[in-house]
């Protein structure tokens, strides 16, 4: 079954410090894909970065970074430069089995509460 | 583009009433997705379609939700009757050949 651990519920980081978030995802696929999300007090869910099974660069956004290592099977999220604006619950999440081709659902981890501190 | 929309935003309604959840994919879009967010079980996958055709409703709680989805630009998600327990965030999502999904605003369902 595929599955997604986060192991963090909370954490705390310092303005302007970087912090990473941990991932680890279990799958049988060779194919899939590793997702980030933000979802502020708002309730919103934002896309921040993608990362494919067979990329071989981890990927970058901005400030965003996603520490890959696949055979460990972990997907670390990398926030540099922390800001107040960063102080929202990360989720980590994997691209569910394709069927005939079709996208597939995202699974979900618990997610990681991050407070950034001024 | 206006991204996925979702109404209403919030919903309250008592035990027994049916509760119809809407949304609009972003245009261009293949794939829509409904998911459900709560404290204990956090985000899990309701169903999704692919091309409106439903690919899997194996998260669908029970006979009392179901599912449309009648066009490109359109699903709907119905509940009846309603139930305590179904009180959560619902989201829809929508993505293209496989990139990114895309989220609503949600719509905060509280059951009484």
């Known amino acids: 079954a595929q599955k997604i651990t986060q192991t963090q519920p909370g954490m705390f980081v310092q303005e302007k410090e970087a912090v990473t978030l941990d991932c680890t995802y279990d799958?049988?696929?060779?194919?899939?894909?590793l997702f980030w999300y933000k979802q502020p007090s708002s309730g919103e869910m934002i896309f921040l970065i993608y990362?494919?099974?067979?990329?071989?660069q981890n990927a970058t956004e901005g400030r965003y970074s996603l520490n890959f290592q696949k055979a460990r099977k972990s997907a670390n999220l990398v926030i540099s430069a922390s800001q107040l604006g960063d102080s929202a619950m990360y989720f980590c999440?994997?691209?569910?089995?394709?069927?005939?081709?079709?996208?597939?659902?995202?699974?979900f981890g618990k997610g990681t509460k991050l407070s950034v501190k001024p | 583009d206006a991204g996925v929309i979702q109404s209403p935003r919030h919903e309250v309604t008592e035990m027994g009433q049916e509760v119809t959840l809407r949304c609009k994919p972003i245009?261009?879009?293949?794939?829509l997705f409904w998911y459900r967010q709560t404290m204990m079980r956090g985000l899990e996958l309701l169903i999704y379609?692919?091309?409106?055709?439903?690919?899997?409703d194996s998260g669908m709680p029970e006979d009392r939700f179901s599912a449309k989805m009648p066009n490109a630009s359109f699903s709907t998600l119905k509940i009846q009757p309603s139930e305590p327990r179904d009180s959560a965030v619902y989201f829809c999502?929508?993505?293209?050949?496989?990139?990114?999904?895309?989220f609503g605003p949600g719509t905060r369902l509280t059951v009484l």
């Open positions: 999502a929508s993505s293209l050949q496989g990139d990114e999904q895309f």
């Open positions: 799958t049988s696929d060779p194919s899939y894909g």
């Open positions: 990362q494919g099974s067979y990329d071989q």
């Open positions: 999440a994997m691209r569910g089995r394709l069927y005939g081709g079709s996208q597939g659902n995202l699974i």
């Open positions: 245009s261009g879009h293949n794939s």
């Open positions: 379609f692919n091309n409106n055709v439903p690919i899997d």
